[in-house]
């Protein structure tokens, strides 16, 4: 397997453009996880599907952000319209079963920097 | 809610030289516990976890933590770190009953010089 595979690597654009990062989940996990790293904050969960159904999203900023994983092999994080302060690296993770199972090994991908000037 | 304290925001040590890393908790429930570290450039990789049983842990790389329940703390430890132990470590903490997604620390940045 690949792993999980993110894309852009690398994004930069102007205030106010919207911005769409993916993610491919291993295959056969059904949990998938945002997280956003930035130096002042570290890392910060976002929102985390299982089985393609978002779980918690109370770590979405505000609505400007938002989340879809319209099958179990595919997720987007989009923000519509970007800011300055939206510049971090975003992380897609996935896992086999749920956290309350322990089953807590994410598998990070390489991580999507997002530049907002 | 969970959270998490790592202590050192970055540690230099020689190589060859023991090394810990620590990491407290803050929860009212029985945890999981994680340590995962992440190199220049790329995402983060599992070092080893707690999940119940042995409070010593022992991960990749020759890495190995302790689960102190009364003091709420997982520090990592390593007897002797080489030039490529040179990472950021994250220590992570999810609620064995919610199942909440892992909540991270904030880092601790390991320099291993010669």
């Known amino acids: 397997d690949a792993g999980v595979i993110q894309s852009p690597r690398h994004e930069v654009t102007e205030m106010g453009q919207e911005v769409t990062l993916r993610c491919k989940p291993i295959s056969g996990h059904n949990s998938l996880f945002w997280y956003r790293q930035t130096m002042m904050r570290g890392l910060e969960l976002l929102i985390y599907?299982?089985?393609?159904?978002?779980?918690?999203d109370s770590g979405m900023p505000e609505d400007r952000f938002s989340a879809k994983m319209p099958n179990a092999s595919f997720s987007t994080l989009k923000i519509q319209p970007s800011e300055p302060r939206d510049s971090a690296v975003y992380f897609c993770?996935?896992?086999?079963?749920?956290?309350?199972?322990?089953?807590?090994?994410?598998?990070f991908g390489a991580g999507s920097r997002l530049t907002v000037l | 809610a969970q959270s998490v304290t790592q202590l050192d925001s970055q540690v230099p040590v020689f190589e060859e030289a023991p090394v810990e890393l620590r990491c407290n908790y803050s929860s009212s429930v029985s945890v999981y516990l994680f340590w995962y570290v992440q190199y220049p450039n790329q995402g983060l990789q599992l070092l080893l976890k707690y999940l119940s049983g042995s409070t010593l842990v022992k991960g990749i790389n020759g890495f190995e933590a302790e689960f102190n329940k009364s003091q709420t703390s997982f520090h990592l430890r390593k007897p002797s770190v080489h030039i490529s132990d040179t990472a950021e470590y994250f220590c992570a903490v999810s609620d064995q009953q919610a199942g909440t997604a892992l909540i991270f620390g904030k880092g601790t940045t390991l320099s291993v010089s010669s």
């Open positions: 599907f299982n089985n393609n159904v978002p779980i918690d």
């Open positions: 993770a996935s896992s086999l079963g749920t956290p309350v199972s322990g089953a807590n090994v994410l598998t």
